[in-house]
């Protein structure tokens, strides 16, 4: 199982790569795992600004759709438009080329509520 210890995690599998004032976010390796092989993933909340947890977009896989929750407060600037062509990459490499989206950080203090890699690896264990 892959878990980078640079990134910040929540518990609906999600995993979040702060640079600055800007998030980036994707499904952890252990959530495309569950999830099996991914078809299609859906983001229409591009340009919007959400709050924490409210839902950013849906992933399908052959046996389930499952939503996509927001790690962090913000607005939602960019979706990885290779997934429309290649969703499978999210299969293949959640944490590089199967990046879903980028967001700017509306609260910072935010982050702070996210698990780091000791607590994420707790979480998928138990």
Request: aromatic share 8%; hydrophobic share 40%; proline share 4%.
């Amino acid at each position: 199982m892959n878990i980078p210890t640079e990134l910040k995690y929540t518990k609906d599998h999600e995993w979040v790569k702060i640079d600055g004032e800007i998030a980036t976010i994707g499904i952890t390796d252990f959530a495309q795992q569950e999830l099996g092989d991914i078809v299609y993933i859906e983001i229409e909340s591009i340009g919007e600004t959400l709050d924490a947890e409210e839902v950013f977009g849906t992933v399908e896989a052959v046996k389930t759709v499952s939503d996509l929750f927001m790690p962090l407060s913000g607005e939602v600037l960019e979706f990885n438009t290779d997934l429309e062509d290649t969703p499978e990459s999210v299969n293949d490499d959640p944490y590089k080329s199967g990046w879903m989206i980028k967001v700017k950080i509306e609260d910072p203090s935010q982050i702070s509520d996210l698990l780091d890699f000791d607590a994420y690896k707790q979480l998928i264990k138990a």
